[in-house]
Structures are given as C-alpha cells and as structure tokens.
C-alpha cells in the first residue's frame, strides 16, 4: 500500500497541453476522486498514474519508488496498480475466475492461493456463485463488480477507477456508490476515482480534486468545496455556483460586508475594504424578500420540491438562478433578491 | 451482499499485503524486459526485410543496372529496343484496357440491377458473380478452353462446336479479353455495389418530388454518384490484368499473343537465371504500370470521395414491374453461360476417355482422376507440396501478423507501424514481379550456408511468404483496431509482460480473425500459378503448375481431371470460410460487403 506524489506533472499531445504542471499528493488509502468537465485532464492524470502514458515533465512517486519522470515511465506491469476500466474491459474469452485470477497466475503464485484470493474477492464484491460464467452471461452491474473483482485480488497498492459508473442506469448507480465505498473501507487501498459527476465525487471521495484545461484548480474535502470554492471556475462548476463581482465594504462581527449592484450583504471570506472581488452565491443563498438587488424575471421553472427563477439583475447583464418555495413571481415582474450567504473567491485566482 | 458484513481480515485486505507477490513483478529481470520489449519488433523486422523489402529493392537495382557495355540504366533502356518486348507491353496494355470494358461492362450492370431494382434469385446472381474469384485463373482459362474448344463436351453435341481440327477460338486476343473480363468483373461489381448500396434513400425522394422518374434518377443522379466507384473498380481490374498469368498462359501462349507476364515467363524459362537482368527490367515496367493504376484509383478516390451524407434509410429498389421476368430470364442465362458452363465443360472434360470421344453414359469414365490421384507421381507431389506450401504460408504469415498488428496498432512502435505499410507492396505488385525479386535475391547462395535456395521448394515458401502476408495482416491489424484498448491495458496493469498479454489476451481474442486470413491465403496458395510457374523445379512443382503443364503437354483430360479436384477444393475451403464470414466483422472476407 503507498501514497502517491506527482510534482510539476505535464503532458502534452502535439499542440495541446494535456496536463500541466500538476502537483498532487494522495495519502496512503485515501479515497480521492478527479472531477472536471471532459477534456480537463483527469484521465491523462489517472492514466499516467498507471504507467500508460509517459510524461513530458515532472516527476511521479509510488510510495517511495520513482515510477515515471519526464521522457520515462516504469511500465505498468511493474507497477503493482489496479485499474477499473469505464468499458470494464473484461476479457471476454475468460471466464469469471479466470478473469479475476489473471494477475495471480502472472505472478505465478500458487494454485490453492490464486482460488482463495479469487473466492475472497468474488465473496467481497458479492458475486460468489459466478466464477464459471463468462462476461457475456453477466449483467451491467455484475460486470463492473467483476471488474472490480479482478482488480482487487491482485492487492494493487492503489486501486484507479476510471469512470466506473458512466455505463451504468441511475439506480444502480447510487447503489455501487455505496458499494464503493465499502469496498474502500474493507481494503483499506488507496484509490483514485475519475469522474465528471461532481455528485458522484462528493458521495464518494475523502478529498475531491478538481481540475480544468489540464490544470489542478482545488483539492478539498467535499465541504470545503462546496462552501470554500478556491477559483471561479470550481465555484461555477460545483453545486451550480454562480459569480458575482463586488465591492469589499467592511468588516461585522466576523463576516464580510460586500456591496454589489446597490445592495449591501454580510458574506464569508477574507478580504480588506476597498477590495474588488467574486463572489460565489448558489440557488439556496438567494431569496426574493423585498430587499437587496433590483432584477427583472426572465423565466420560472417548476421543478417539484422549489421553482427555479431566473432573474437579471437591473443594473447589470448579469443573470441570477434561485429557488422560490411558493407561488413565483410571475415573467417580466420585478424583483429585489437579497443574498443570504456567499463566499468571497479568494483574490489572484479569478 | 446486501448485508454489510464486519470488516473482515481476507486475503485482500491492506495488512495482509503479500510483499513476495507484488514484488515479484517488478523484480522482473532488466535483460528478459528489454528482450521483450524489442525481440519481436527486431524479428518482425527482419522477416519483411528479408522476404519482402530486400527482393523489392534488389530488383530494381538489377534492372536498372549498367548493361554490358557499361551504359548507365543499360539493362532497362535495352527493353525498349527489343521488338518482343515492345509488342508484348502493347498486347499487354490493349488486351488489359479491352478486358477491363468487359469487367465494367458486366460488374457495373450487375451491380445496378441488384442494388437499384427489385430482381429476384439476387444471391444466385452474387454466387455466380463472385465464383471467377475463387477459380484461379489457369483454371477458369481450361475451363473456357474445354467449352469452346472443336470437342466441347457441350457445344459439340448441340452442333455449335468449332470444325475439328481447327484452332479454339479463344486462342486469341479476344480470348483473353474475354475470360480475362469476366474472371475481373467480381471486381468492378464489388467497388460499384458497395457504393450503390451506401447511398441514402433520400436523394431518391427529393428526386421523385421534383417530378424525375425511375429512370431518369438512376441516369442523372445516382450513376453520376457511383461514377468514381466505377472508375476504382475499373482501375483494380486493370490492374488484375496487368498482372495476370494464367489466362495469357493458356490462351496467349498457343495464340502467340505474348504479354508481358508471359514474356518473362518464357525468357526465363527459355534461356534461365542468365537473362535475369532482362527480366528483372521488364518486371520494373510491369510494376509501373500497376503502379499507375493504383494511382489512378487512389487519386479517383480523393477527388471524387465526396462524403455524401449518410443520414436517412438506405436505398428502396425500384420496381421492375412487367419487364422483371424477362430481365431475370436473361440475366441469369447469360451469367450461367460466363460463370457456370465453362465449368460444366470442365467437368465434363474430366470425364472422357479421350478429347474427340463424345461424352455419354457409355464413355463417362473416372481413370482421369485415377491418374491423377494414383497413377502419376508428379501430380500426387503436386497435390503434396500445393498443401504443405500453402498450409505453412498460412499458418507463418498469421503468427508474423498477430505481433506485428499489435506493435503497430497497440503500441504504436513506428517501426511497425512503417512494417504495415510495406507489407501490403508484395500483395499489390503483379505475381511475376515478386517472384523475379525473389529470384535474384535467393538465386546467390545464402551468406554463411553456401547454399541456394533456387530449384527447392523453399523458394516458393519464401515468395508466398511474401505475397501473401497482406491477406491476413489487413483484416487483423483492423479488428486490432476495433479492439477495447481496455482489454490490453487491464493486462498490462495486471503485471502481465507483452508476450504473456499476446498469448494470452490479444490471440485468443483475434483468433477468428487469424484463422479467416490464414484460410485466406490457404486458398490463394493451394491453387496459385503465377508465382510457381517460375519458381518451381523438378520435385517441387504445384498444383497449378500441373495443371498449366499436363494442358500444354496435350494431356487436357487428365488436366481437366486435376483442375476439378483443384477446384473442388477451393470450392470446399470458401464454404469453410463463409462459416466463419459470418461471424466476423464485414470487410474481413472479400465477398462479404
């Protein structure tokens, strides 16, 4: 079992900068999940650290071992590091067992030890009676358990997962989510989980580490994340932030005070009068109370539990989401929203 | 499952690490992951050098040398002064050019009349079709001989036979043309057919709305579309035959109508390995004009690929109406008199006592087949050697594709990737071409041995080794392609080296494929003429070479004999792999869209 340290990480692929200068440390079995739009990095992250990809910059740790620095990568079959596929990448021409034993017989352990390391690992992921069935027999769900399986008998010392879940339907989505982190709990191995489902990550994951254009933005437990945004893009992207630009007024009994578009509010942060800076706001912290910002609603939607309003700001291009329990104002009304709670971005990091 | 059990100490829980186990991956010695890593690569290398790449550029450098008296290119400027030469590259490229008319003429019509309209009996029309692609050529050509020959086992007794006594009439230029035509126009139908099918149903309709009629839609619209693939097929049938052998073998040759394939052969046969500079420059022209036909078809393939958009339901066939029956009747007539009656002649051929005898229940006789099967010896080695050399050309060929589609499409090493590439040139070349490479290249005793590989069979090995390794390469470097990258990558991670991952993931995986391409080449081979006809020696001859010679040799009955066991065969094996067609990815087996 090992930590894992990457420092000044890069990669290019021809022209574009794949991942750049990332610096990451993952504690010795910790869950940590990778979360960023497509396109952001996460999986030539995930892939170098299996030993896929050979980086273009920086340095890789394994626990104490170097395993990859600019222009070499120890290949992965010398890495001792699970990978679960998003296709599950299950050999079809193998039967269950054979499947999950595979690294087993590479290592040429033997036969009474590769069946017991096979039996724990079918038990542990609950598909016991299923080792002579070949992928093909298996349903969604049995074969990323089966995945998993393969992964796990070989005592990786970390477990990366990438995108898991994306091939399977919502329900059994939460329940794996469960599994997972059982799973986790019961092996006690370090693993990174790749995802775009910012839900998913947070459920999941000890720490949340976000990325975007190939750039590490925040690494954070989920909380933290959600209430301490680090750059506007992770406040934009986690738990559908929206961003404001204000003026730091002053200071009151620990909080903030902020004046944006002619209405004043008490926030979270760390600022000086006179600042100008961000402000992240969510649907929850805005209210339509008589006070605060002049807008105009532009739309409302009826989603079940609230109706989401959305409102531009008169003063401003700026348009504003919230949620209306009750009877919405109707298009074309105007408003005053008024900001309950927010997070000042820290500065420099726009 | 549902239950949560307590945390429980299993063989994989984090304290009970096994350090032995995850060590001895890494553990791996430096020297064995350094062999792995370059073994193959190195060996897969060598293999194309030697057999393929070496003999190609040796050639040229042979039939571009100073001739005799020192003149730079001498070898190759002297051809354009020989008069045989000169006649034979202008037979060549009329009897090519009128042929490749024939093939667009019965490959395009078919292809429309199956695509656009509602014919019946269409897989009866395909079979027909694509029969002249698995007959070798030789023989197709005997085949047609016996047909229209003054003993025709069919014409004659209907009265329609040539005066006996008098010369077939296929022993001509418009012989080859003919059967040259018909034996390529699988080719044109194919390119034609499979882009009729894949345009969209679309274009028709908004063609009907503007108030077009069938006709006028298939003219104005959907033939101008199909144009280029016309022009591709036409080019590959071109192609065809530049290179071929069989049919100017066995029509020219008695015809004195000499192509260049011919040429080559009878020089080389004529005066032996002396004239080898001679043919090697009559090779290289060869070569060019294949080359400008493949050029042609790729630059056809550039300008007029225009990407159509494949949105909406694939083409509904036009109704035929009254006049389906009458176009059925005559079309299959007229294909089951160019595909299936000359074999019917060769059959029949087969079962005479003697030519000239006519065929009935009274003279129908198998001591054709004894002879070949029991009585002559040459022919039993022929049936011996065609399948040892075939088998073991299949068989090497697919072990050399699987590691070498795997460096170039799984781990994209450039060297292989470079490999791929060239490993198509040999299969492109026309047959003669390779097997003058190889001549020059293995006629000199092997360095080190001090033997010579000319006048033993292994000589054919080498050149099938060489021409055929395409057929298997091509579709396994694609379904290597359409592979899960997952699939090696989980192996990878699972500790397992390159070779433990090619036994046991990525070969059993491509194993179908393999075997398709292996039984591929297995065909081409088992009945192959062009090149064995110039390299075999006495002991080491094959199947087509038997059948070239027992005709020439006037014993036609006992070819005939030999020809339907050899055809037999060929037939047997594509029923074999249209098994297996079935369950592989189109594109894989040729006569599969």
């Not at chain 1, 990457?6 to 979360?35: H, M, P």
């Not at chain 2, 429980?8 to 060590?23: C, E, M, P, W």
């Not at chain 2, 209907?158 to 012989?175: D, H, I, M, Q, R």
């Not at chain 2, 065609?386 to 460096?407: D, E, H, Q, R, W």
Request: charged fraction near 15%.
């Amino acid at each position: 079992m090992a930590g894992m340290t990457a420092s000044g990480l890069g990669k290019r692929f021809g022209e574009t900068d794949a991942l750049r200068a990332v610096d990451l440390a993952i504690e010795n079995g910790e869950f940590l999940a990778l979360l960023g739009p497509s396109g952001c990095g996460k999986t030539t992250l995930l892939r170098l650290i299996a030993g896929f990809e050979v980086p273009d910059a920086g340095e890789l740790h394994l626990g104490d071992e170097v395993v990859a620095r600019a222009g070499w990568a120890l290949p992965p079959e010398e890495r001792n590091v699970g990978m679960v596929f998003q296709s599950y990448a299950l050999w079809p021409h193998m039967s269950v067992a054979d499947n999950v034993g595979f690294a087993l017989k590479v290592r040429g352990l033997e036969a009474g030890e590769c069946r017991r390391r096979i039996e724990d690992a079918l038990e542990l992921v609950g598909l016991g009676g299923l080792s002579r069935r070949k992928p093909a027999e298996l349903s969604g769900g049995q074969k990323q358990r089966v995945a998993l399986a393969r992964c796990l008998a070989m005592q990786p010392s970390v477990v990366l997962l990438d995108e898991p879940l994306a091939n399977l339907d919502a329900h059994l989505r939460e329940a794996m989510q469960i599994e997972f982190r059982r799973f986790h709990r019961e092996i006690g191995a370090t693993f990174v989980y790749v995802t775009h489902d910012q839900s998913e990550a947070m459920a999941l994951a000890d720490r949340v580490a976000v990325m975007d254009r190939g750039a590490l933005q925040q690494v954070a437990a989920p909380r933290e994340l959600y209430a301490e945004p680090a750059t506007e893009m992770v406040a934009r992207f986690v738990g559908r932030g929206m961003v404001l630009p204000v003026t730091v007024v002053g200071q009151d009994s620990g909080f903030i005070v902020a004046e944006a578009f002619g209405a004043q509010m008490r926030v979270r942060g760390t600022a000086a009068a006179g600042e100008e800076r961000l402000l992240c706001v969510r649907p929850a912290d805005l209210a339509l109370d008589g006070a605060g910002m002049e807008a105009r609603v532009t739309a409302a939607a009826f989603q079940g539990a609230a109706t989401i309003v959305s409102a531009q700001i008169e003063q401003g291009e700026h348009v504003l989401r919230l949620e209306c329990h009750g009877l919405p104002p109707e298009e074309g009304a105007a408003v005053r929203i008024s900001v309950r709670d927010g997070w000042l971005l820290p500065a420099g990091r726009a | 499952m549902k239950t949560t059990r307590p945390t429980r100490r299993t063989s994989l829980s984090s304290s009970a690490v096994d350090v032995g186990a995850a060590g001895a991956a890494s553990s791996r010695l430096p020297l064995l992951r350094f062999f792995e890593r370059h073994f193959l690569l190195v060996l897969v290398a060598l293999y194309l050098a030697a057999f393929a790449l070496w003999p190609l550029g040796q050639l040229f450098a042979e039939a571009l040398a100073p001739n005799k008296d020192g003149v730079l290119f001498g070898t190759f400027l002297d051809q354009w002064e020989s008069r045989s030469a000169i006649r034979a590259l202008s037979h060549t490229l009329e009897a090519s050019f009128l042929s490749t008319l024939v093939s667009v003429f019965i490959g395009a019509v078919a292809a429309v009349l199956l695509v656009l309209t509602d014919m019946r009996w269409k897989s009866a029309i395909v079979f027909m079709l694509l029969l002249p692609l698995l007959i070798p050529s030789q023989i197709m050509a005997l085949a047609w001989i016996e047909l229209t020959g003054p003993t025709s086992p069919i014409l004659a007794p209907l009265g329609l036979a040539p005066e006996p006594g008098t010369t077939n009439p296929l022993y001509s230029k418009w012989g080859i043309v003919i059967v040259m035509g018909v034996e390529h126009a699988a080719l044109v139908f194919l390119t034609v057919r499979a882009a009729l099918s894949s345009l969209p149903m679309d274009i028709v309709e908004a063609a009907r709305l503007a108030g077009a009629r069938p006709l006028r839609i298939v003219m104005r619209i959907l033939m101008p579309l199909a144009f280029p693939s016309v022009l591709s097929g036409a080019a590959l049938a071109f192609v065809a035959s530049i290179g071929n052998f069989g049919v100017p073998a066995l029509l020219g040759i008695p015809g004195r109508y000499t192509m260049l394939t011919t040429l080559i052969y009878q020089r080389l046969q004529g005066f032996g390995p002396q004239v080898l500079g001679q043919v090697a420059a009559l090779a290289v022209i060869l070569t060019l004009i294949a080359a400008a036909g493949l050029l042609l078809r790729s630059l056809v393939a550039r300008r007029f690929g225009a990407a159509i958009e494949r949105s909406s339901a694939p083409l509904v066939p036009f109704p035929l109406g009254r006049a389906r029956l009458p176009v059925e009747g005559v079309f299959l007539a007229f294909l089951a008199v160019i595909a299936i009656l000359p074999l019917f002649a060769l059959v029949g051929t087969s079962l005479l006592p003697a030519l000239g005898v006519p065929l009935s229940l009274e003279t129908l006789t198998l001591e054709n087949y004894r002879f070949v099967l029991f009585g002559y010896e040459a022919a039993q080695r022929a049936f011996i050697n065609s399948f040892a050399l075939a088998l073991s050309a299949a068989m090497i060929s697919a072990a050399v594709a699987l590691p070498l589609a795997y460096l170039s499409v799984i781990e994209r090493r450039p060297l292989a990737r470079l490999l791929d590439l060239f490993a198509d040139a040999p299969y492109a070349i026309p047959g003669t071409v390779l097997a003058i490479a190889i001549i020059v290249v293995f006629l000199p005793p092997l360095p080190g041995l001090g033997v010579s590989l000319y006048n033993t069979g292994w000589i054919i090995l080498v050149a099938y080794l060489a021409r055929f390794l395409a057929l298997v390469l091509r579709p396994t470097v694609a379904a290597m392609e359409s592979l899960d990258p997952g699939m090696d990558e989980a192996a990878r991670a699972a500790g397992a080296g390159m070779l433990t991952r090619l036994k046991a993931v990525v070969a059993p995986l491509l194993a179908p494929t393999l075997a398709a391409g292996g039984l591929l080449i297995f065909m081409q081979a088992f009945n192959e003429l062009t090149v064995s006809a110039l390299l075999w020696s006495s002991g080491w001859e094959t199947l087509g070479v038997m059948v070239f010679f027992l005709h020439r040799e006037g014993n036609t009955t006992a070819a005939a004999a030999l020809a339907t066991l050899a055809l037999v065969a060929a037939l047997g094996l594509a029923g074999i792999a249209a098994l297996f067609a079935r369950r592989l990815p189109s594109g894989v087996v040729p006569w599969r869209g």
